[in-house]
C-alpha cells in the first residue's frame, strides 16, 4: 500500500469538503426553484438516468446513476410506475426481473424538467467558472468516478 503524507491526506479531505461543501449549496439553490411541480429533484434524477439509455434498464443498473439505497429505488420506481412516469416490462433475459423504461408522460416531464434544469446549471455553474475550468471540473469528476468504479 502506498504512503500518504499528512499534507496529502489534508489536502485531499480539504478538496473533499469543499467539493461536498458546493455540491450542497447548489442543490439547496436547485431545490428552491419552481420547476419541480411535476416530479422532485430525485424523481427527476431517476427519469433523467433512464432518459439517458436507448431502452429498459434493470434496476440494478439505475441504481450505479442515482444517490438512492436498492429498497428507495425499488420504492420510488413503484410510485412513479403508478404515476405513469415509468413502465415495466418483463427482462427477456432473465425471467425473474424486470425491466424499467420512460413511458410517453414520463419521457415529456423529464424533458421539461431537464431544459429548465440545465439552465439553471448553465447559470450557477457555468455562470461562475470559466470555459477552461469547466472542462478541468469534468475531467476530475470522469477521473473521480473512473477511479470509484474501479
Known amino acids: 500500500m502506498p504512503t500518504t503524507s499528512r499534507t496529502n491526506v489534508r489536502l485531499a479531505n480539504s478538496a473533499w469538503e469543499s467539493l461536498m461543501t458546493a ?12 420547476m419541480w411541480c411535476d416530479v422532485n429533484m430525485r424523481e427527476y434524477d431517476v427519469l433523467y438516468t433512464v432518459s439517458k439509455h436507448d431502452g429498459p434498464m434493470r434496476i440494478g443498473d439505475i441504481q450505479s446513476g442515482v444517490l438512492l ?8 420506481v413503484d410510485r412513479l410506475v403508478i404515476r405513469g412516469l415509468l413502465e415495466r416490462s418483463p427482462d427477456p433475459e432473465d425471467g425473474r426481473a424486470v425491466r424499467i423504461n420512460l413511458s410517453e408522460a414520463g419521457a415529456r ?15 450557477d455553474v457555468g ?3 470559466t470555459e477552461d475550468e469547466l472542462q478541468t471540473l469534468r475531467s476530475i469528476g470522469q477521473k473521480l468516478s473512473a477511479a470509484a468504479a474501479s
Open 23 to 34: 455540491h450542497a449549496a447548489l442543490m439547496g439553490k436547485f431545490a428552491a426553484e419552481d
Open 127 to 129: 455562470g461562475a467558472l
Open 69 to 76: 439505497s436498492q429498497p428507495a429505488l425499488s420504492r420510488m
Open 109 to 123: 416531464i423529464q424533458r421539461e424538467v431537464g431544459r429548465a434544469h440545465a439552465r439553471s446549471v448553465a447559470r
